[in-house]
């Protein structure tokens, strides 16, 4: 069954850990975040972005597929399915298919447009139980062809739209999705605290997981963040293990063209990313 990521970010907040968000992309993708969050007994957060939506065929297909599998793998961790960056149309049609969890981003709306867009939709996850992300300042990288320059998210805003009752806040803290280029500045944690003060109790979200130094991870974590996506990571240890498989001439002894043997290794590689963060973000045995 899927859960709101209500209960699950609260109690790290409390706990002063971090729950994974690991986007997915395909079965295979899905398979492995889930099997690791049973073998970690860890909650999860199976992130699909509005492009990896339409990859897999649309919100209601990924949804059969991952209630599917949670029964047929007797995955008994808390997981929760998750809009990442929706717009509104797309927070609407995750909300309608099943998703337990969404994110509005309007953080490239005014802050005026961004509150009233957000507050139509707390309105309507509170009725249905279903946990929402809001984002005030962007975060910069490319996001399904978005692309930002990883500004601060200004701590006055967070506040104005914590309190709209969202459940959890991405706020911009000099983060970047994808790779982190050689003269990144680091996470800005005066910032990073600022926002904590003002927004209290409210599960901070760090957008753009891959590549931040392990020691930056631990003090953003200590400073109230409560979950933290990661996505590039995985497609790069993916591609990493899959190049290495046809390089070695694998897929042409035996029955090694067979799909399910060519992505065997990826399959793994993702198993191993997951649980590596899983470990570093302190959420093993928090299920």
């Not at 793998?73 to 099943?98: F, M, Q, R, W």
């Not at 957000?118 to 975060?139: D, F, H, Q, R, W």
């Not at 996505?231 to 897929?251: I, P």
Request: proline share 3%.
């Amino acid at each position: 069954m899927l859960v709101s990521a209500k209960e699950m970010l609260e109690k790290a907040k409390a706990g002063k850990y971090a729950v994974g968000q690991f986007n997915i992309n395909n079965l295979e993708w899905t398979k492995a975040i889930l099997l690791t969050a049973q073998e970690c007994n860890s909650p999860v957060i199976l992130g699909v972005s509005e492009g990896a939506g339409k990859y897999m065929c649309g919100y209601e297909t990924i949804v059969g597929m991952v209630k599917g599998m949670i029964k047929c793998l007797n995955i008994t961790v808390p997981v929760a399915l998750h809009l990442d960056h929706g717009s509104y149309e797309g927070a609407k049609a995750c909300i309608n298919a099943g998703f337990s969890s969404v994110m509005f981003d309007g953080s490239h709306y005014p802050i005026e447009e961004n509150i009233a867009k957000t507050t139509e939709l707390v309105n309507a996850c509170n009725v249905l139980g279903i946990s929402l992300e809001a984002e005030v300042g962007s975060i910069g990288g490319e996001e399904d062809g978005v692309v930002g320059a990883g500004e601060c998210a200004d701590p006055n805003e967070c506040k104005m739209v914590a309190d709209l009752g969202v459940t959890m806040l991405a706020a911009g803290i000099g983060n970047i999705h994808g790779k982190y280029p050689a003269n990144w500045a680091g996470l800005n944690f005066d910032v990073l605290a600022a926002i904590s003060e003002k927004t209290g109790d409210m599960p901070l979200v760090l957008h753009g997981g891959t590549g931040i130094p392990e020691d930056m991870i631990k003090k953003a974590i200590s400073l109230g963040v409560s979950k933290i996506n990661v996505n590039t990571e995985c497609q790069l240890s993916f591609a990493a293990a899959t190049r290495k498989y046809v390089e070695e001439g694998k897929d042409l002894s035996g029955k090694g063209f067979d799909p399910r043997k060519l992505l065997a290794p990826g399959f793994e590689a993702i198993k191993a990313t997951v649980k590596e963060k899983m470990e570093l973000f302190g959420s093993v045995n928090k299920a």
